[in-house]
């Protein structure tokens, strides 16, 4: 059985930490968090100790850490892990820097560990299925995917200034979920961006609203709608044509019940969150890494994918601030 740590004990930190201790199929040692009660806290909860970061990297008997902290720490903690031998799980985004995450993807290849990115999307049950379906080659070619991902309210603006922006801290669910979908890179991206919910977060100099189309070297093309608002809960849609026809995702409902009155018809909202929405798909994210490490077999997600969902970011990003497209050049991808 492997021996596992969880640094950060933070907001996901906790979720994880439910699915790293139901199955029994992994021993949770200890947890990490510069901040000392938060991490004894929650290592009280599962069982587990609370030791610090250099402790935990420095123990050979751990197998493998969950990378939970706050972004500006994934590089350093992914370089220093795989370092000291051990298979990494790390939470999206890879860095704020896209030449900070090449020179993590260089020293963590060099090691031969693996590393998963937690773009845990690609575990919802749902959006799998859709995936599946289209891998079958049940919709033919793939021609054009529509991605719709808006959140029931915006984060405070302090979040919104170190968040490194909509597109590396929000969209980049959507980046790796096109990248995912359609296989590989799009050759170029073009972003639109307004702040339209929250005039800080304009002053702030982010936006809150925002269309991102990414084309395909062969012509295919992923449009990605995002929000910080939608009033009516978490909307995360997928839509998907193909040359024999059409793949779609709907919203997961707080329940399924519809009343049906000669006034109309109404059904339940969606999930209100993430945590609502993606618990399940959290559960699933650990497993399939823990399959991974165990059998030695590859990563579902990759190091790799991580820093290619964060070149579209900083494509969109820069998109944006000239009002051009912007090429995927292969430097950008490592
Ligand atoms: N995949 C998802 O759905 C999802 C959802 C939320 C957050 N995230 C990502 O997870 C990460 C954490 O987000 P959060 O919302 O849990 O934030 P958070 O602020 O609630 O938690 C982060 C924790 O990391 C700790 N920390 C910071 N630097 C550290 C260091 N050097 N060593 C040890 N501990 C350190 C903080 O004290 C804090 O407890 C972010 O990168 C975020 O983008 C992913």
Redesign the pocket.
Known sequence: MLNVAL???????QVHAQSMTAGGHCTVVAV????AE?AQALAARIGAEARS?EAIIADPAIDAVLI????D??SDLITRATAAGKAVLC???VDLSLDRALATLAAAEATGRPVMI?F?RRFDPNFAALKAAFDAGEIGDGELLSITSFDPAPPPVDYVKVSGGLFR?MMIHDFDMACWIFGGAPARVTAHGSSLVDPAIGDAGDVDTAAVTMVWEDGRIAVIKNSRRAGYGYDQRLELLGSQGLLSAANVLENTVQKITTAGAVSAKPLHF?LER?MRAYEIEWAAFLKGVTEGTAMPVTLREGVAALACAEAATRSLAQGTTVAITPDMLG
Do not use: C, M, Q, W
């Open positions: 640094l950060g004990a933070g907001r996901i930190g990490a968090d510069v901040n938060a970061v939970a902290t706050s972004t720490t994934h939470e999206k985004p937690g845990n801290d993430f993606y």
